[in-house]
């Protein structure tokens, strides 16, 4: 194997090693930024909507009626075209539901059949209902990870005291969509930059070896006799090596000169 090959092999290991971890670690971090980029907003939608439910409670008690009368009118409109950058949004998917101070489901915008059934138990109202942050990520069809559906609940507070939560979920099916469109852009991007690099990598060890070659022939051609002038070197270490060759050269031909003219003399 040839230096140049040599060269080549060990620029090209190093650059496919760092720049595939490189972008495997972009990747892994992408989709949860856009986690975090779904949840925040839906710490906001719970909290002004659990101020709601408070502000139309009736005698300390949730006004779940209100509420319903609310997402019934919701879902009429539910149908919408919202051009956002390159992402059609044609339909509301946002879900919410209501529990009282024990959990108890009385209200659910997505599944009615959910009202009455104890969510106590899920993380998002238990630690909701004991004052601290409460959030859950759960799938609608379990091993399926595209149904996953995020939810973030804020406390209804009445008269002080916490009388029930607020929940607001999010489908995570349009941060997957764009995790996996940036995905691939980023795939695009770095196939195309690797493939660059290759090519720089190619004229680099073309730069090094080249010179050597140079070098190498002129210095048979030395071997063999031949008077050849030295190849043009540029600057640099690769310069300082042929002069160093020419050097050489020349004290050895000034030693031969020598030579020949002391046998010269003694004949």
């Known amino acids: 194997m040839n230096i140049r090959t ?8 190093v650059i496919v090693v760092g ?16 986690r975090k980029a ?15 439910v408070s502000a139309t409670a009736t005698n300390g008690n949730i006004n779940a ?13 539910r149908q919408l ?9 044609k339909e509301s998917d946002i879900r919410v539901y209501i529990t009282d101070a024990s959990g108890i489901v009385i209200f659910d915008s997505y599944d009615s059949s959910n009202e009455g059934k104890d969510f106590s138990k899920w993380l ?9 942050y409460g959030a859950r990520t759960t799938r609608d069809i379990p091993g399926d990870p595209s149904s996953s559906v995020m939810y973030v609940a804020s406390p209804i507070i009445i008269k002080g005291k916490i009388a029930g939560v607020l929940s607001v979920g999010k489908p995570t099916r349009a941060a997957r969509l764009f995790t996996e469109k940036s995905q691939r852009k980023i795939v695009t991007a770095g196939i195309v930059v690797l493939i660059s690099m290759l090519l720089v990598a190619v004229l680099l060890s073309g730069m090094i070896t080249n010179p050597i070659k140079k070098l190498t022939e002129y210095a048979r051609s030395v071997r063999d006799g031949k008077k050849v002038a030295l190849p043009p070197m540029g600057s640099g270490e690769i310069a300082e090596l042929g002069s160093a060759f020419e050097e050489m050269r020349d004290t050895l031909e000034g030693r031969q000169y020598i030579e020949r003219y002391v046998q010269a003399l003694a004949h």
């Open 19 to 34: 720049f595939s971890f490189f972008l495997r670690w972009i990747i892994d971090d992408l989709e949860p930024k856009y």
């Open 38 to 52: 779904t949840e925040e907003p839906l710490v906001d939608s719970s909290r002004i909507l659990a101020s709601a």
């Open 124 to 132: 998002d109202v238990v630690r909701t209902l004991r004052g601290e």
């Open 81 to 89: 075209y919202a051009k956002i950058y390159d992402y059609i949004k």
């Open 65 to 77: 009626a209100t509420f319903r009368r609310i997402f019934e009118d919701f879902s009429v409109r």
């Open 6 to 13: 040599r060269i080549f092999i060990g620029i090209l290991i």
